[in-house]
């Protein structure tokens, strides 16, 4: 902070213009982030009454900066603000994990289209139907698609090398548009058909299928007459499966919020084309003494300033900010009706949206409360603090060591928190420099690396590090931490037992402590087994994916006139091994320094 910055100065100085707001302390850490319309009104007023928050009124207390970015619209800072709270992660913002991008079914935009899961941009060719809100929903649709419309689901390459109908045909879930037994014509309107019937015009399509069955009977065209009567049975049957679950054919997401024990359910209900795709919990953290209001417009706000938003939204609770919709509307360019209090059947799925989100906030403080239970049950093992907070905090790593008869050696370290894996914080390190099969090496190696940062003052000192490994492992982590000048007394062995069994591991320790086997029955030994089996997942993982590209590279290099340089071509035209193995003859010849020759040799090779 400049030595000659003052807040009250600051204040006074902010402009009256839309923007970012971040609060800042002593130390430099951000505790909230926030967005205005007018800066200068905004930011001003943490400062000149007293917050209807104690939490809020305890943040106050702790700044001694404000940063601001001054932006062209509110739409545009709402945008920024959500960035940062995703980036910086603010103790005092009411925080929703940032899951990856909602699955859509996709279908193509080939002549022959082929139905698909697809997560990523829309902006692509074809038709993208969503989002869902998990994978299994994309998947019972596309299983949908293919028992009514028999639309493929082969990849391009499969589909263009078919020389005869595949399995999927035999069991009716393909019409083999591959080998053109049916024509081109046909098959676009099964496709067209498909679309109408994700766009909520089921009983559309239904009475075309009826109608097109008897001209096709009239006709005497018994054999495709047969096969529309199948097609109308089995989307009878969809739509049976669903009539309790109309609601017209709107695109409507449900909202709803329950609270309990401390911590907040908010429950995401999608309908779309007025057909039920399922639900997702969010369980959002710091949210505190924040109104359910508030929550909710977080939810909001976080969730569609970069997803697309339906035309309806229905919620549990009301809206604090009555402009937060118009400004998503401006990002989004579809500007969401709200309900509240709804009517018929829309309010019987918001008192459905909500049991779901009461049960899911039951398991999660079932799943929480036997977690902290475990983590309880080993810290007293360990001989640590015990109180709430600090078993909250409890910092655990653990260290694995893999490899096959001394080849692509790494190193895992896996991270438990919070009374739960936190797979972001692992890490994988490759072993090099050692004797072959040298485990005690390779233990000292990584111990050294990754604690040294520690003893320089750049990264934290777990509570308790885990060595997966008896005695002897124990000894080699004792003089790291004796030589770098750490605290041995956080170091513990797991020492597997006769026969490798488990229940039979005793916990080893270097600071004098007899060792400790827990019981097959001990909550702290399940939470010791599940860290200690993760680390060892993660470095194998990690050791295979590595012998893998090491293999795969040596094959390119036993072929005969594919040096070190044609080989790094090779992997950088196609991206890598796998590409190179899909390449036809012909792509391979457009690589530089490829002769037809070389290209016919290497596509041979790797067949």
Known sequence: MPDDYNLKSFLADLPHLPGVYRHIDAQGEVLYVGKARDLKKRVNSYFQKTPDSPRIAYMVA??????????????????????????????????????KSYPYL?????????????????????????????????????????????????????????????????????????????PAEDYKADVERAVRFLDGHAKDVMHDIEVRMRKASDALEFEQAAVLRDQMGALARVLQQQSMEKIGNDDVDVIALASAGGRVC???????????????????????????????????????????MPAVLVCSHALPDPDLIGLLAERTGVKARVLIRPQGIRKTWLEQATRNAELALARLLSESSARAARTLALAMALELDTDEAALDALHIECFDIS????????????????????????????IAGITPGDDYAAMRQVLTRRFSRVADGQADMPDTVLID?????????????????????????????????????????????????????????????????????????GMRAQRAKARNVSRLEEIEGVGAKRR?????????FSGVVDASIDDLRSVAGISDDLAERIYLALR
């Open 469 to 541: 490994g008896g005695k002897g492992q124990v000894e080699v982590a004792r003089q790291v931490f004796v030589e770098l000048g750490l605290d041995t007394h956080t170091i513990v062995g797991v020492s597997k037992g006769e026969g490798r069994k488990v229940g039979l591991e005793t916990l080893v320790f270097v600071d004098g402590r007899e060792p400790v086997a827990l019981g097959i029955e001990s909550a702290a030994l399940m939470l010791v087994a599940q860290i200690r089996d993760e680390a060892h997942r993660f470095a194998i993982t």
């Open 403 to 430: 490899h096959t008869a001394g080849e692509a050696t790494q190193a895992s370290c896996v991270v438990y928190r919070h009374h739960d894996m936190q797979p972001s914080l692992y890490r994988r390190y490759n």
């Open 568 to 576: 790094q071509k090779l992997l950088a035209r196609f991206g890598g």
């Open 106 to 182: 996709m279908i193509s935009g080939h002549v022959a289209p082929r139905i698909a899961y697809y997560r990523g941009s829309t902006s692509g060719k074809g038709r993208y139907f969503g989002p869902y809100p998990n994978a299994w929903a994309v998947r019972e649709t596309i299983q949908i698609l293919q028992r009514v419309f028999r639309l493929r689901t082969c990849e391009d390459s499969v589909f263009a090398n078919r020389s005869r109908p595949c399995l999927l045909y035999q069991i009716g879930r393909c019409s083999a548009p591959c080998v053109n037994l049916i």
């Open 266 to 308: 908010v429950n995401l209900a999608m309908i779309r084309g007025g057909r039920h795709l399922g639900d997702k919990p969010f369980f959002p953290s710091q949210t505190h003494d924040d109104s359910p209001g508030d929550v909710l417009a977080a939810f909001v706000a976080q969730h569609y300033v970069e997803s697309n």
């Open 62 to 99: 702790r700044v001694v900066r404000v940063d601001v970015t001054v932006t062209r619209s509110e739409a545009e800072a709402l945008l920024l603000e959500n960035n940062l709270i995703k980036q910086l992660k603010p103790r005092y913002n009411i925080l929703f994990r940032d899951d």
